[in-house]
C-alpha cells in the first residue's frame, strides 16, 4: 500500500517547455488534488477532482491543466512553463464521500525549477 | 485567495516544554486537520477533527475543533528535539470539496 505516489520528484525545465506531473493514489480515494508549496507559503490549491469525471478550478489555476484518467490517477500538466511556476507540487487524495473520510493524504512531492 | 491566520509563525522552544499553536478564519469549517512537514517531504497527517467541541489526542499531540467552527488549536506536550518541523492546520470548508491551508508554525526545539 504506497498511498500517493508522485513522479517525477525533480525537474528542471527552459521557459515555454512543457511537462506532465503524474500522480496515483491506491486508498480507492474519490477525490484528488494538486496544490503548489512556494517559500514561507502555505499549500494553494491548483485544480481538485471531487470524483472521477470532474475536475475544478482551485485558488491558483492559470497556467495549468488536469486530466482525472481514471480513479487512481490524477495528472497536472504545464503547458507552457514559466518561472513564476518554479515550486513544489503535491498531489493529495481524500475519501470524500462521508464526513469522517474527509483526511486528506499527501505524495512526497515534485521539486519543479523552471529557468 | 482564501487562507487560514496561523500563529505563532515560528518558535523556538527548550525541550520538555509544551507547545500550543492554533488557526482562524471567518469560514466555517466541517473538518480540521493539522499536519506536520518535514524538509524535503509531504505534510503528514497527525490529528483529524470532525465535529465542532471535539478534542482529539494522539500521544504527546492534542487538537480541538473550536465550537465556532472557525478556529482549531494544537498542542504538544513535553516536546523532543524530533518535534522540529513545519506544523500546518487545513480545513474543510463547508459544503465544499475544498481544503484551505494555514501558513504555518515552524518550530524548533533546543535540546
Known amino acids: 500500500n504506497a498511498g500517493v505516489t508522485q513522479t517525477p520528484k525533480f525537474q528542471v525545465l527552459k521557459t515555454g517547455q512543457s511537462m506532465t506531473l503524474q500522480c496515483a493514489q491506491d486508498m480507492n480515494h474519490n477525490s484528488m488534488y494538486w496544490y503548489r508549496q512556494d517559500p514561507g507559503m502555505g499549500l494553494r490549491l491548483i485544480y481538485y477532482?471531487?470524483?472521477?469525471?470532474?475536475?475544478d478550478k482551485g485558488e491558483v489555476p492559470n497556467g495549468y491543466n488536469v486530466s482525472r484518467l481514471n480513479k487512481r490517477e490524477f495528472s497536472l500538466r504545464l503547458e507552457s512553463a514559466a518561472p513564476s511556476q518554479t515550486s513544489v507540487y503535491f498531489c493529495a487524495s481524500s475519501d470524500g464521500r462521508r464526513l469522517a473520510g474527509n483526511e486528506q493524504f499527501f505524495g512526497p512531492g515534485t521539486r519543479l525549477t523552471v529557468l | 485567495g482564501q487562507q487560514l491566520n496561523q500563529s505563532p509563525q515560528s518558535m523556538f522552544i527548550q525541550e520538555g516544554e509544551d507547545v500550543s499553536m492554533n488557526c482562524t478564519s471567518s469560514?466555517?469549517?466541517?473538518?480540521w486537520l493539522w499536519y506536520k512537514q518535514d524538509p524535503g517531504e509531504g505534510p503528514v497527517l497527525l490529528i483529524a477533527l470532525y465535529k465542532a467541541g471535539e478534542l482529539t489526542s494522539n500521544g504527546r499531540l492534542t487538537a480541538q475543533f473550536g465550537i465556532t467552527r472557525k478556529d482549531s488549536f494544537l498542542n504538544i506536550s513535553a516536546s523532543i528535539p524530533s518535534d522540529v518541523g513545519i506544523y500546518f492546520c487545513?480545513?474543510?470548508?463547508?459544503?465544499?470539496?475544498?481544503?484551505?491551508f494555514g501558513t504555518g508554525t515552524r518550530l524548533k526545539v533546543l535540546a
Open positions: 469560514s466555517i469549517f466541517n473538518t
Open positions: 487545513a480545513g474543510l470548508l463547508s459544503g465544499t470539496y475544498k481544503y484551505i
Open positions: 477532482s471531487a470524483s472521477e469525471g470532474t475536475t
